[in-house]
Nanobody, 115 residues
Framework: QVQLVESGGGLVQPGGSLTLSCAVS????????MGWSRQVPGKERELVAM???????NYADSVKGRFTISRDNAKNTVYLQMSSLRPEDTAVYYC?????????WGRGTQVTVSS
């Protein structure tokens, strides 16, 4: 089993910054990708950013240049640095990891961008 615990969400003003963290524990050998997705009520979950085991990064067009995903292998933690936040970035953000045959998700952390 794999457990993911997100932290770092909260309320931030437009233009502000926030960093999300996701601590991964359990049977983590063989992780292929780690990533963040987000979801707002009534909409489908959207992939925001992903990092592969080889360090390649992919971002949604809506966050390119503003968000940065990184990972600390020693701490088994993946981060999402968010800057120049916009009201449309408001969502529940979920951390996830993918193995060759399965995926695990965290419970999510709320990010609200509002003045």
């Amino acid at each position: 089993q794999v457990q993911l615990v997100e932290s770092g969400g909260g309320l931030v003003q437009p233009g502000g910054s926030l960093t999300l963290s996701c601590a991964v524990s359990g049977s983590i050998f063989g992780i292929r990708t780690m990533g963040w997705s987000r979801q707002v009520p009534g909409k489908e979950r959207e992939l925001v950013a992903m990092i592969t085991s080889g360090g390649n990064r992919n971002y949604a067009d809506s966050v390119k240049g503003r968000f940065t995903i990184s990972r600390d292998n020693a701490k088994n933690t993946v981060y999402l640095q968010m800057s120049s936040l916009r009201p449309e970035d408001t969502a529940v953000y979920y951390c996830h990891v993918r193995f060759p045959s399965t995926s695990y998700w965290g419970r999510g952390t709320q990010v609200t961008v509002s003045s």
